[in-house]
């Protein structure tokens, strides 16, 4: 479904990334782990087409693509109501299939109506968070690239959503490429982890397999999921 081989992209003769290698199977999520500034959303807009590689090629597989920018509140136009950037989503989704599946995410995103009639400046960060998720789930994706789509919001909307994203995963097969620094959800949704550390893979891991991790900046993600729930 998703190729990379021998990614690299420079910026300013930095490598930002280097020598990514990733092969994803349909059916199959991953999660791109690392800390702050080692290539993660570069990895997602490259996955788009955003940026060309420096060296290396990209293949997906995949024709219904969207993604939850990390920078939410610049990733919706502040002079459309709610309702509005929501119309932004129509794909091949008629208006009464929309409609039916508007009530059923705004439930579960923990989404009141009355929202619609709003501007994005009338709402709380993680409401905006929220709105994006909704709108890319609304345009019926196959493959989502999740760019750290649930920083803003608390624990249990936190909990609420990610039970949202693998019933999509169980019931329509929906892919995710969930870029994190939270190893906790990332083992939620995906089967699959690479973390990246300063541009490279350091460690590929199976979420059913974590007992491999050899990497010291893995492990001390590893330990504060531990710490947290001491
Ligand atoms: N268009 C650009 N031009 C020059 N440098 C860039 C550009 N985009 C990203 N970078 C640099 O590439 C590096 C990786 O950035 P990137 O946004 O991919 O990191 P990240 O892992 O997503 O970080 P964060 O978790 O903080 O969002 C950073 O040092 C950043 O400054």
Known sequence: MLKIKNL????????????????????????????????????????????????????????????????????????????????????????????????????????????????????????IQRVCILRSLLSNPSFLILDEALSALDISTKVNIISLLQELKDKKGLTYFLITHDLEVATALCENIKVLYKGRIVESLKTNNLKHIKHPYTKELLDSIVLLKD
């Open 8 to 127: 690299t992209k420079t910026y300013n003769k930095i490598d930002v990334l280097k020598d990514i290698n990733i092969d994803l199977k349909s059916n199959e999520s991953i999660a791109i782990v690392g800390e702050s500034g080692s290539g993660k959303s570069t990895l997602a807009k490259l996955i788009l087409k955003l940026e060309k590689p420096t060296k290396g090629k990209i293949v997906l597989d995949e024709k219904k693509v969207s993604i939850v920018f990390q920078d939410y509140r610049s990733s919706v136009n502040p002079i459309f109501t709610i309702k509005q950037i929501l119309d932004e989503s129509f794909w091949e989704t008629s208006q009464t299939i929309l409609n039916a599946q508007l009530e059923i995410y705004l439930k579960k995103l923990e989404l009141d109506n009355s929202i619609l009639e709003k501007f994005p400046h009338e709402l709380s960060g993680g409401q």
